[in-house]
């Protein structure tokens, strides 16, 4: 995992943890659920990509994980991420009357390379606010997005994808 996912992750008070629904299970996928349990955050698997498929098929796979009933979503329609919002919220721990609203409650959006991250952020957030494209890599560093809805302050974290430590040899 980059460091600074990592670093999200541990900042975050909800993550969700993107996978691809088209693509099906990978290792990573074992490698990020591993890391984000160690982590002992709220964390709410989301099944990215499935639109067009049958619901139960769309996360049957994914079942693996142990992270729970996973969330179908398509973060490019937009279909499902309203109610994905809702079941963050509820993740999402009690804020004190008593605090000042200058806190910001976190969420961390994870997941390996093109899941589908920055699709989803855009879409939470109603505009193209960071880059979204088909090719792994275009989000290098972790971005802090903050953001109001119905009163509350929020961060969205969208990560770089997570990818495998590779064994590296030099001469």
């Not at 179908?72 to 329609?77: K, L």
């Not at 009357?97 to 939470?124: C, F, M, W, Y």
Request: with cysteine.
């Amino acid at each position: 995992m980059a460091r600074q996912s990592r670093q999200a992750i541990v900042e975050s008070d909800v993550v969700l943890f993107i996978v691809d629904g088209r693509q099906g299970v990978t290792p990573q996928d074992h490698v990020i659920a591993d890391e984000e349990r160690r982590s002992q955050r709220s964390v709410r698997l989301v099944v990215n990509k499935s639109e067009g498929l049958a619901r139960d098929m769309a996360s049957a796979d994914f079942y693996v994980l142990g992270m729970g009933d996973p969330k179908q979503i398509s973060a490019s329609h937009g279909a499902g991420v309203s109610s994905l919002m809702d079941v963050a919220c509820e993740l999402l721990p009690a804020v004190p009357e008593d605090e000042p609203q200058s806190h910001s409650l976190k969420v961390a959006i994870v997941g390996r390379p093109n899941g589908g991250k920055s699709t989803l952020v855009n879409t939470l957030l109603g505009e193209e606010r960071v880059i979204a494209f088909d090719q792994p890599g275009t989000t290098r560093d972790s971005i802090y997005i903050p953001f109001e809805r119905g009163g509350r302050h929020y961060t969205l974290i969208d990560t770089a994808g997570l990818r495998r430590k590779g064994k590296v040899f030099e001469a």
